[in-house]
Nanobody
Framework: QVQLVESGGGLVQAGGSLRLSCVAS????????MAWYRQAPGKQRELVAH???????NYADSVKGRFTISRDNAKNTVYLQMNSLKPEDTAVYYC????????WGQGTQVTVSS
């Protein structure tokens, strides 16, 4: 049974940093492109960043230069380091396999105050 558990969110002031973690179980993360998504209130879920099995990364323009996605295949875990946070980064953040329509976790809330 595939399970994804996100953690590390919280309330932070603008300009601050957070590090999100996503622990996967029920499958071996190694063979998949993994992604972080976010959904702000009243908006559609959007792709924030993804990372290939060999560590190549891609970012949404809105977070480029501020966020860093990484993975530890041995720990079956994906991370998202978020720096220089802005109020518009406020959202629930989720991880999942790229383009996977199912198996969403509960996400972790990130709130950035101005």
């Amino acid at each position: 049974q595939v399970q994804l558990v996100e953690s590390g969110g919280g309330l932070v002031q603008a300009g601050g940093s957070l590090r999100l973690s996503c622990v996967a179980s029920g499958f071996t993360l190694r063979g998949y492109i993994m992604a972080w998504y976010r959904q702000a209130p009243g908006k559609q879920r959007e792709l924030v960043a993804h990372i290939t099995s060999i560590g190549n990364t891609n970012y949404a323009d809105s977070v480029k230069g501020r966020f860093t996605i990484s993975r530890d295949n041995a720990k079956n875990t994906v991370y998202l380091q978020m720096n220089s946070l802005k109020p518009e980064d406020t959202a629930v953040y989720y991880c999942n396999r790229l383009n996977e329509p199912n198996n969403w976790g509960q996400g972790t809330q990130v709130t950035v105050s101005s």
